[in-house]
């Protein structure tokens, strides 16, 4: 019988707040009583609930006391592990992933912003699956604006949005493949884990994502996932 490999969740959350226009950062606003952070803490815990894991957080060194404060405050006892993040997104996942340890028998990584809380377990399940099936897997959802891209002299063209997807996370990968990707130089095109993946030469798997599996960014996105959650 195949050994059952130890999945791991890696959680970004290294926003300040500067976007949102918030002296609060982003992950750490109250969305139906308790930090955005918690939630998607708590939205893999229960995905991988009865498996062997390991969830392992990044935020910036100046957040971390506030946020073991936080935990003692709305007595959060899930485990997690905290990691300093670094100065982009992806020092952040590299710190996080030097900390692995016995990372043979880690099957698949998973890599998720600290401010999309409203994943779905169904939707965790169906990356993870497809990563352990074909190394790679991230969720993507159809554009419903037109879309046009600029040229470098003003001008504009539309393109086909049918052709485009907008990506979402959690972003899945064999280990293998994504502790090779991070162990190359860092380059400026990279926009995300699939693109780190990708220039290491390897396929990225695409699968149906979530519309509602919002990235909170601006003050309106906290007052819609404070309906889907009420609603949920």
């Not at 404060?69 to 710190?95: M, Y």
């Not at 030469?201 to 819609?224: C, F, Q, S, W, Y």
Request: charged share 20%; with cysteine.
């Amino acid at each position: 019988m195949a050994k059952i490999m130890k999945t791991i969740a890696l959680i970004v959350a290294g926003g300040t707040g500067t976007r949102f226009g918030s002296a609060v950062p982003k992950q750490f606003l109250i969305l139906g009583g308790k930090p955005v952070l918690m939630r998607s803490i708590e939205t893999f815990a229960n995905a991988l609930h009865g498996s062997d894991h390991e969830i392992v957080v990044t935020l910036p060194q100046q957040q971390i006391r506030r946020w073991n404060v936080l935990c003692i405050e709305h007595e959060f006892n899930v485990a997690h592990r905290v990691v300093p993040g670094g100065d982009t997104r992806w020092q952040s996942v590299k710190n996080a992933l030097d900390t692995l340890d016995d990372t043979n028998h880690v099957g698949v990584i998973a890599v998720h912003d600290g401010v999309r809380p409203l994943a779905s377990r169904q939707l965790i399940a169906r990356v993870l699956q497809t990563a352990r099936e074909r190394g790679s897997a991230i969720p993507v959802v159809s554009l419903n604006d037109s879309v046009r891209q600029i040229g470098y002299n003003g001008t504009s063209v539309a393109l086909d949005r049918s052709l485009l997807r907008a990506v979402q996370t959690p972003q899945a990968f064999d280990a293998r493949w994504l502790l090779d990707a991070y162990s190359r130089p860092y380059q400026s095109s990279f926009t995300d884990d699939a693109s780190v993946v990708e220039a290491a030469g390897h396929t990225v798997t695409m699968v149906v994502g979530e519309p509602n599996n919002l990235k909170i960014t601006r003050p309106a996105d906290l007052d819609l996932a404070q309906i889907l959650l009420h609603n949920a």
